[in-house]
């Protein structure tokens, strides 16, 4: 720390060459004293070099640019203040000094750049000699000067009123002016040229001329304030500095916020090209919206509307990728199999190709299977294969007509409906549109949205699409629409009608074992972090023995965690120090995941005695097998059936046991069973409901196996729909129940002879020629086909 007056005199002789320090935000005067921290270190290094010194006196000029930190001789005014330290204490990090203004003085010359700034200086004279006429008008201005400061002090918040007695003090008008420009608020720029101003005179008279401008800003100021809180009511005073900002742009004519959002959102619905509908709504609600204040609720309200019109892509198209042989390659490289879905993308593309975008109408496709088969993945397939933008809605629980069609604007928090919402989303006008879940639309008191549907899926009328919220006309007819559903039945009927239905039925082995290899493995490598290293590789064995020990689906959710299950724990196994590489055969699956959850054998065993048929059964989920089981005990005439059947159901089983007894003697059945026993059905698992009039033939045959002791043969299931008469009537499903019974290890199948066609045009061909189907048109054909010969 060093103190003492280095000046020692009055008459200071200033060097001709001095250290430069730059200083930044303010400017120092001669005759004043200031504080500064200083903390860059080349600063740092300029001060200790000159508090050694004899003189202790530095340059200091301000920058003319505050945010350079590095400064350069070019980045500081050149005409500054020759100043002396006169006290200096050292902290860690900076040093605080205390200088003192000696002189005015202007770079010549920089004579050195490193470690800091050294200039070359000369005096800036100061007049002395004035007329007795020049003395008076300072002593004037001088006064004059000193008055304005005081009042400028009092009406300035930011000033303390200690600085009113500062300048009544001072006799020498020089460092009057000095000291008033020194801690008046104003530029940098501003004080910069009091400084450079060598004459005394001429100084006064600006600062006067600052000064008083000064005070005609703050008593507008003070008149604005006074305007604002006059005009505001008790309930207003929350908006105090909204009103006084709009108070200032009146006074300096200035636009104000309002009109600014005004004009804004005008040239947005310029630009929006909206059709000519939209455009007037928008431009009736902004006019509304001029002559509102910002805080009435309907501003917001207003404002809201209006961006909502200009956000939607009124005019943005994609252009359709009519490659056909593209489109294919691209289909065929994100799903296996499907061909149907997909030639019906490739024929409305082959269409397209001949027609104008307009001219034709958009094919509302459902594609409808069970989970897992690549529905939704598909939709996002045919995105990208026709070059469109891509937007899925749920609809799955939606029980609000406004969720589709908006909430009206009366209403508080209204919003678009979702199908407007997701075109936003799209960002295009002619984007795919996938509607998940339309079987699980609900219905209440709030409306049905199926019906809301209607409209949206309707090629006649989609045209012409009026949203609650917008209320006005959104052609939605250049958008492909996609909807997915598990099941049909729960569809509206109108709107099924609306929809061309593609059925995805269950994947057979060999196509789960393509998916799984070209689709499942990578993607679950990859993401356990094991695609790079190649230590774990699966076997087509491997891969069957998950599909079919560990998985019965007719898609390949359930199949995709079990290969995740493998990737878990060869990726353990390769973190605990294993180097092999791991090949995922028959044998490591089982080691990885257990045993074997379903067997073949199962079949066998539970149609090892008489009275155990096995049948087959459609569910939303793919087909599956149905094991029926009967039972006699003694009794009287009654047939008790359990297994959650439906009425349905119970009547296909009182036709079968009528059946049974009219044709007794032809299956070799004693006529009075019946009068003195009790006949139980059971259809396993209990908890699940079940009906349907499928299972005629395999009660009909579990109740002639369990009569005439014949047991049905193992690996046979069958389905059909019987009469009294003893005709077996065809069903539905067929190739889901086909494809389950070949999961479940069915060597023959029995079903209805008018289905061949259903069998010849929906089931693959290796599925045919791995199974044997019979056709059957009675239930005395059906039965020489599932019966042993011999009673057991």
Not at 102 to 127: A, G, H, N
Not at 662 to 687: C, M, N, R, T
Not at 782 to 791: H, I, P, Q
Request: proline share 6%.
């Amino acid at each position: 720390m060093g103190e003492g007056d280095p000046t020692g005199s009055r008459a200071v002789v200033i060097p001709d060459q001095l250290s430069l320090l730059p200083i930044k935000d303010t400017v120092l005067f001669p005759m004043v004293v200031m504080p500064l921290i200083v903390s860059r270190e080349s600063s740092m290094k300029l001060v200790d070099d000159a508090v050694v010194g004899e003189t202790r006196i530095i340059a200091l000029a301000a920058l003319n640019d505050p945010n350079v930190e590095a400064p350069r001789y070019s980045d500081v005014y050149h005409v500054g203040v020759a100043a002396a330290i006169h006290t200096m204490l050292r902290l860690p990090e900076h040093q605080r000094l205390i200088v003192q203004g000696l002189k005015r003085v202007r770079f010549t010359e920089c004579i050195q750049s490193e470690p800091y700034l050294r200039v070359k200086v000369e005096e800036m004279p100061d007049e002395r000699d004035w007329s007795a006429d020049e003395e008076m008008e300072i002593e004037a201005t001088s006064r004059k000067v000193a008055t304005a400061f005081q009042r400028v002090v009092a009406l300035s918040p930011n000033l303390p009123d200690e600085l009113q007695g500062v300048a009544a003090g001072i006799q020498k008008p020089g460092v009057l002016a000095d000291t008033v420009a020194l801690h008046l608020p104003i530029p940098i720029p501003e004080k910069q040229e009091l400084l450079e101003i060598p004459g005394t005179r001429q100084r006064l008279r600006t600062l006067l001329s600052i000064l008083m401008r000064e005070i005609d800003v703050l008593e507008l100021g003070s008149k604005i304030q006074s305007q604002v809180h006059s005009e505001m009511g008790k309930t207003q005073r929350e908006y105090y500095l909204r009103e006084q900002m709009k108070a200032i742009q009146r006074e300096l004519g200035e636009t104000d916020e309002r009109t600014a959002e005004a004009e804004e959102l005008r040239a947005k619905v310029e630009e929006a090209r909206m059709p000519e509908e939209a455009t007037k709504e928008a431009m009736r609600e902004l006019d509304r919206l001029s002559r509102m204040p910002p805080a009435a609720p309907e501003y917001t309200v207003a404002r809201t509307f209006i961006d909502s019109l200009v956000s939607l892509p009124w005019n943005v198209y994609t252009q359709d990728n009519l490659d056909i042989p593209q489109v294919h390659e691209i289909l065929d490289e994100d799903h296996y199999g499907l061909d149907k879905v997909k030639d019906r993308i490739l024929e409305y593309l082959s269409v397209r190709k001949f027609k104008a975008a307009g001219e034709i109408r958009h094919p509302i496709l459902c594609f409808a299977g069970p989970p897992g088969v690549g529905k939704t993945s598909l939709g996002k397939s045919i995105a990208r294969a026709l070059g469109r933008n891509f937007v899925r809605m749920s609809l799955g629980g939606i029980r609000d007509e406004a969720e589709i069609r908006g909430h009206r604007r009366t209403y508080i928090g209204a919003l678009p409906g979702q199908i407007v919402q997701g075109i936003k989303r799209a960002g295009s006008h002619n984007p795919v549109f996938m509607l998940d879940e339309i079987d699980k639309v609900g219905a209440d008191f709030r409306g049905d949205p199926s019906s809301a549907l209607l409209e949206v899926l309707d090629p006649e009328q989609n045209s012409s699409f009026r949203d609650h919220y917008l209320e006005v006309t959104f052609d939605l007819s250049k958008v492909l629409f996609i909807t997915t559903a598990n099941v049909l039945d729960t569809i509206l009927p109108p709107l099924r009608d609306r929809m061309e239905i593609l059925e995805i039925a269950g994947y057979t082995e060999e196509e789960k074992l393509g998916i799984a290899v070209r689709h499942l493995i990578p993607k679950q490598l990859d993401e356990h972090g094991l695609k790079k290293t190649k230590n774990l590789s699966f076997t087509d064995k491997g891969v069957l023995e998950m599909i079919r020990g560990y998985t019965r689906e007719a898609g390949v959710r359930n199949l995709e965690r079990q290969i995740a299950a493998i990737c878990r724990k060869a990726a353990r196994a390769f973190a605990e120090g294993r180097m092999k590489p791991l090949r995922a055969n028959p044998k490591l699956v089982q080691e990885f995941l257990g045993a074997p959850r379903y067997t073949y054998e199962e079949l066998a065993d539970r149609t090892n005695e008489p009275g155990v048929a096995v049948g087959l059964a459609w569910t939303p989920t793919g087909g599956d097998v149905l094991f029926v089981e009967a039972t006699r005990m003694e009794g009287g005439k009654q047939l008790i059936m359990t297994g959650q059947l439906g009425d349905v159901m119970k009547e296909s089983a009182q036709a079968a046991l009528s059946y049974v007894r009219s044709h007794s003697s032809e299956l070799g059945v004693d006529p009075k069973f019946y009068k003195d026993e009790d006949i139980h059905l059971h259809v396993p698992a209990g908890a699940i409901p079940k009906d349907g009039p499928s299972a005629g033939v395999t009660i009909v045959a579990a109740l002639a196996s369990l009569l005439s002791g014949k047991r049905v043969k193992p690996r046979v299931a069958m389905t059909g729909e019987i009469t009294l008469r003893g005709k077996v009537l065809p069903v539905g499903g067929i190739k889901e129940k086909i494809l389950a019974a070949r999961r479940a290890g069915v060597e023959t199948v029995i079903v209805p002879k008018d289905n061949r066609k259903d069998v010849m045009e929906e089931v693959p061909a290796n599925v045919r020629e791995a199974m044997k189907v019979e056709y059957v048109d009675t239930v005395s054909r059906m039965l020489e086909l599932a019966l042993d010969s011999a009673a057991k």
